[in-house]
């Protein structure tokens, strides 16, 4: 990482980033073999994690400590917070994803129809449209083995909770700013550039074999 690209020498009074592409949501390990380390940055200086490290939880809370450590509490502000939720890996903390784990147990097949007559009765769609066909190498739930079932459900479940805590820890940020009166007189612009990374990664050996030796898993 090149010194003066970082955001604090960009024009940004404070900040806490991690310099280069994305990395583990817990520690300084990256998530490709190219990119084995992931490197912390703090007001512009190398930094490092603490023991209870979540990126979504802790961006929030560095962003909510520099509003604390800001003299002037009535200036307008600009806060960047750029969550690593939910790109690759995909990572949440339990307590986030058990909740999902009930409801994916029906299967993709029941709840995409749940999920269609639903829009319909909303009104997102028209109440004539029709549903799509599954992808033809799709399988229907039923035709899946115990183990797969198990394997998809915890999937979902865990890209649902590490969007959850992206929905709760938001939540904490406009908490905070409520109760400092500057709730109000903020605009909030939430914007995403791609969903959850559905690629297999143990189709591919080099990758899989990198990602069990250093700790990734879909246990």
Known sequence: MI??????????DRTFVLGGSGADNYSTKGYLPMK????????????ELPDDFYSTKDYVERTIGFHEAEKDKT??????????????????????VEPYLETYKEGWDVLRKKRFEKAKAMGIIPADASMNGMFPD???????????????????????GMLEAVDFYIGQYINYLKEKGLF????????????????????????????????????
Do not use: C
């Open 3 to 12: 010194k003066n690209t970082l955001p604090f020498y960009r024009g940004f």
């Open 36 to 47: 084995p380390l992931a490197h912390w940055y703090a007001d512009g200086e190398e930094t």
């Open 75 to 96: 200036a307008p502000f600009f806060s960047y917070i750029a969550f690593q939720a939910i790109h690759a890996p995909v990572q949440a903390p339990k307590k986030f």
């Open 138 to 160: 799709f399988k229907k739930w039923e035709e899946l083995s115990e183990e797969e079932k198990i394997g998809y459900i915890t999937d979902m479940a865990v890209v649902a």
């Open 184 to 219: 109000e007189n903020t605009i909030f612009i939430v914007a995403s550039d791609n969903g959850p990374d559905g690629a297999d990664y143990k189709a591919n050996a080099i990758l899989k074999k990198w990602q069990e030796k250093n700790g990734y898993h879909t246990e």
